[in-house]
């Protein structure tokens, strides 16, 4: 069963950075594209970044942390990263891995991880 397992959030004052990983149970290359979305209490989850996992690697950002987030993978590692730098307060959300595979767009999410930005 495949498993997507996110590691790295916590409590970080503004201006500050997290690195958020994730890593699957198996290769990622059984995904075509994975990512972070992102749910602040009350809102609904939206989309942070995503790459797909091809030899090209096209990244998404959400107009929101276009030029402070990163999202890189690891293939040796089967992990995807999210660096997030100069964070604001309404950064704070609880953030989720997501994937979805190539063999049928079936779509997997971890279990999230929560980032708060505070003073």
């Known amino acids: 069963q495949v498993q997507l397992v996110e590691s790295g959030g916590g409590l970080v004052q503004p201006g500050g950075s997290l690195r958020l990983s994730c890593a699957a149970s198996g290769s990622i290359f059984g995904f075509n594209t994975m990512g972070w979305y992102r749910q602040a209490p009350g809102k609904e989850r939206v989309l942070v970044a995503t790459?797909?996992?091809?030899?090209?690697?096209?990244?998404n950002y959400a107009d929101s942390v276009k030029g402070r987030c990163t999202i890189s993978r690891d293939d040796a590692k089967n992990t995807v990263t999210l660096q997030m730098d100069s964070l604001r307060p309404e950064d704070t959300a609880v953030y989720y891995c997501?994937?979805?595979?190539?063999?049928?767009?079936?779509?997997?999410w971890g279990q999230g991880t929560q980032v708060t930005v505070s003073s």
């Open positions: 790459i797909t996992i091809t030899s090209r690697g096209w990244i």
């Open positions: 997501w994937g979805k595979r190539a063999i049928d767009n079936s779509q997997y």
